[in-house]
T-cell receptor, first 112, second 112 residues
């Protein structure tokens, strides 16, 4: 089966600019996750979708981050405006309900 | 917040030796998973162990779980250079949301 697709792979922006990341999960996976992974740390869950509904967004900085999953398939994560501390790798993962997660290779975001 | 804490943070061994990594967590769990992350890539699921299981094997991997001590260990036997990666444990809560919290990771380097 095709894996989780993410784009772009790399993004460099200046602080206060906006950026968007895209994720295409594995077909048939109802659960979709967005994680933030800062260098040297483990992934931190930002938001979890079950189909197109939000299950958990308790750690999403809602004043600047937003995410949507239209039609329960693809998802986008947006940051507006970006801050220096947002420099990280943004990972998307998908799974069947309560099954192990499959991860994309992430988008590496650098804020100048 | 980090649920799991891996120990050691970094480990360097010779090819053919065994590598042991430990994970401690704070709250009761349903499942614990181990993932591997190669540099610049997403995480790959290795093994899942349920709270009512004490030991699980998969190829050269052996995972143990001690719920009384809130800890798990991952043993990689006869390590290879290709095992060089970061290893993370991930734990869920008992709330049934299938939300997993990742630990800080162990960076394993296997020298040829």
């Amino acid at each position: 089966e095709a894996g989780v697709a993410q784009s772009p792979r790399y993004k460099i922006i200046e602080k206060r600019q906006s950026v968007a990341f895209w994720c295409n999960p594995i077909s048939g996976h109802a659960t979709l996750y967005w994680y933030q992974q800062i260098l040297g740390q483990g992934p931190k869950l930002l938001i979890q979708f079950q189909n197109n509904g939000v299950v958990d967004d308790s750690q999403l900085p809602k004043d600047r981050f937003s995410a949507e999953r239209l039609k329960g398939v693809d998802s986008t994560l947006k940051i507006q405006p970006a801050k220096l501390e947002d420099s990280a790798v943004y990972l998307c993962a998908s799974s069947r309900t309560n099954q192990p997660q499959h991860f994309g290779d992430g988008t590496r975001l650098s804020i100048l | 917040s980090q649920q799991g804490e891996e120990d050691p943070q970094a480990l360097s061994i010779q090819e053919g030796e065994n590598a042991t990594m430990n994970c401690s967590y704070k709250t009761s769990i349903n499942n614990l998973q181990w993932y591997r992350q190669n540099s610049g890539r997403g995480l790959v699921h290795l093994i899942l162990i349920r709270s009512n299981e004490r030991e699980k094997h998969s190829g050269r991997l052996r995972v143990t779980l001690d719920t009384s001590k809130k800890s798990s260990s991952l043993l990689i036997t006869a390590s290879r250079a290709a095992d060089t990666a970061s290893y993370f444990c991930a734990t869920d809560g008992v709330s049934g949301t299938y939300k997993y919290i990742f630990g800080t990771g162990t960076r394993l380097k296997v020298l040829a």
